[in-house]
């Protein structure tokens, strides 16, 4: 039969004259791509019949493992009849045979395509045409007439009757040689195609068996990683305990020996000048032994911070404005004493509220401003380092007074908290600062040590680092639920916790009860402006970070 006439073509030249009844199987060239670094060496090849994305991210067809490279640096692809290529809104730019491309142009290939400055470069060239499989696309095109049996004018010629017609799997009696042919030529593919596909069917499994393998591997690895943070973290909790006990004790040693040495110069007692210089020697021994071991603490926090990366590392996650989130709740956590690795899901979820609750409200923005139009942060930071405390309590006033020095609160069974630090009366005699005649009554009193911001954040520090040092077991979180005064029963249940920071913390703490509404609502405020506190316009705000130029 000479009616149904079959050839395959790769591409049709604008000049070419062809069979109306002839069927024409086509697809466009496919590229090969070579990965070129920067000395010029060929680091991998590539072949791509459709579209094709490089980048550093390794959910890319080609991953490039190089900071100059963006995450998602470039996308090639077929369309409008030729190879275009798109800049993913690079950072560092994507240039063809030096020239910058701002954003999409048409490829004049064999061409060289160079990823920032990296040196980087990828060989982007036409491979020979691409084999065609059971699927590709049937098209009939249109030509100079040859005479056509009259019998079968009426046949249909439609892409799925003749696609029915060449891969049915017996032959019709009225087929033509072409089409018999094409079928040979199809059947013969598919012979070969099965045996390759048993090849790749066997490697896709090997593949699956490997990869179970090194996932059940990075699973070994990601649990030893962090069972070897965790413990770090908690040692170095020890640490910090110890060392905020010894400084309390060195500078209550140190005042003794110095009002020792006022009575001697004021009431002249005999006491042996040898006596004295063996309590100085001892003193700043004791001095350099904590400086030894804050050096000690500080190189273990990096030694820690490296084992987190290193869990982390094993973790695949993709970023995201959520995991940018968490991240900085797992910093404002870590920072504060609780340990990151053990973040509970619920407790993202609820800082996450309050972040809400203060993006509803102007009150964070006004007390920032408050806090560096009256130059307040520089005194709190520095006291702050001084005692070896958290820098995120700079946010406890926030919540306390939101900064107002002259600040005064209810009249309670347990007094009256006046300053910025809402001290009460006892508390702040207790830690250096006369409460002045009206220590009691809700009124100003310029005589009271609590209205000076100076003598109130020195007092309200200390009293911190007390509670951090004894019932909190350096967990800044149970430091904040100490602090309020809006339930006492909170300290009863922090006292009834074991005294170490492996059993005392803030996490353990909310298993084991439940957190009165007025404490949690003070401790996440708290928390949550923190948070907020270190990226501010991410979060919506218009201050700078409070904490940018101190170091942690």
């Given at each position: ?14 000049n070419?004259?062809v ?16 990965l ?6 060929i680091i991998?090849a590539?072949?791509?019949s459709?579209?094709f ?26 369309e ?16 063809i ?6 954003q999409?142009?048409k490829?004049?290939l064999?061409?060289?395509v ?16 691409a084999?065609?499989?059971?699927q590709?696309?049937?098209k009939v095109?249109l030509?100079?007439?040859l005479p056509v049996?009259k ?14 017609r060449?891969?049915a ?14 079928r040979k ?9 099965k045996k390759g ?8 499994g090997?593949?699956?068996l490997l990869s179970?393998?090194?996932a ?9 990683a ?7 973290f908690?040692d ?8 905020s006990?010894a ?9 003794t ?7 001697i110069?004021?009431?002249k007692?005999r006491i042996?000048?040898e ?10 021994a004791?001095r350099?032994?904590?400086l ?8 273990m926090?990096?030694?820690?911070r490296?084992y987190?990366?290193?869990a ?6 993709f970023p995201?404005k ?6 900085l ?7 504060l ?6 973040l ?13 609750y203060w993006?509803?409200s ?12 009256n ?12 005692h070896?405390m ?9 919540q306390e007074?939101?900064?107002?020095t002259q600040?005064i609160g ?12 809402q001290?009460?009366a006892?508390?702040?005699?207790q ?8 220590a ?8 009271d040590?609590r209205f ?7 007092a ?7 509670i ?5 077991q350096?967990?800044?979180l149970?430091?904040?639920?100490s ?8 300290k009863g249940?922090?006292?009834?916790m ?6 005392k ?6 298993q ?6 007025e404490?949690?609502?003070?401790v996440f ?17 218009k201050?700078?970070?409070p ?6």
């Open positions: 039969m000479n009616d149904d006439k079959t050839v395959f073509k790769p591409t049709l030249s604008g070419a004259v069979d109306e009844d002839r069927t024409v199987i086509f697809k466009p060239d496919a590229l090969n791509v070579s070129v670094g920067s000395q010029g060496e991998a590539y072949s791509f459709d579209r994305t490089a980048g550093r991210s390794l959910d890319n067809s080609i991953v490039i493992k190089n900071d100059v490279v963006s995450r998602h640096h470039l996308e090639v692809k077929w409008n009849g030729g190879w275009w290529i798109a800049n993913l809104q690079s950072a560092n730019g994507l240039y045979n030096g020239r910058l491309i701002q999409k142009e490829l004049n064999p061409c060289s160079a990823l920032g400055l990296s040196g980087i470069q990828l060989k982007i060239q036409l491979a020979k045409h084999e065609n499989d059971d590709t696309q049937v095109l030509a100079e007439p049996d019998s079968h004018a009426a046949r249909n010629l439609s892409q799925e009757h003749i696609k029915s060449l891969l799997e017996e032959a019709a009696d009225d087929m033509g040689d072409y089409t018999l042919m094409v030529l199809i059947h013969e593919d598919r012979v070969v195609r596909y048993k090849k790749i069917i066997w490697a896709l090997s593949l699956f179970l393998g090194l059940a591997y990075q699973q070994i690895a990601l649990n030893n962090r069972k070897l943070a965790i413990d770090m908690y170095i909790k020890m640490l910090e305990v110890g060392l006990q400084d309390i004790k060195l500078e209550e040693s140190a005042e020996l110095d009002k020792t040495m006022r009575a110069s004021t009431e007692l042996e000048q006596q004295l210089k063996l309590e100085q020697e001892k003193i700043a004791e350099k032994r904590m030894q071991d804050r050096e000690r603490l500080a190189n926090k990096a030694k820690y490296q987190v990366e290193e982390n590392s094993l973790r695949l996650r995201t959520a995991q940018y989130e968490e991240e709740i797992a910093k404002v956590a870590r920072e004493g609780e340990s990151e690795l053990e509970p899901e619920d407790f993202v979820v609820e800082v996450r509220k309050y972040i809400q993006q509803g102007s009150r964070i923005q006004r007390a920032i401003e408050t806090l560096e139009k130059s307040l942060l520089p005194i709190v930071i520095d006291t702050l380092k001084k070896g958290p820098l995120y309590f700079i946010y406890l006033p926030l007074s939101n900064y107002d600040a209810p009249e309670t069974k347990y007094g009256v908290a006046k300053g910025a630090w001290l009460l006892s508390t702040a005699q830690y250096g600062v006369e409460p002045g005649p009206l009691n009554v809700p009124e100003y009193d310029e005589l040590g000076d911001f100076n003598q109130a954040t020195q309200g520090i200390k009293y911190l680092r007390h951090y040092s004894t019932e909190a350096a967990s800044g149970l430091v904040m639920a602090y309020n005064y809006g339930d006492n029963r909170v249940m922090i006292n009834k074991p005294d170490n920071p492996r059993d913390n803030f996490w353990k703490f909310l084991q009860y439940e957190l009165p509404k404490t949690k609502d003070y405020y708290i928390f949550s402006a923190a948070v907020i506190g270190e990226d501010p316009q991410h979060f919506g705000f201050f700078n970070p904490l940018f130029n101190a170091s942690q």
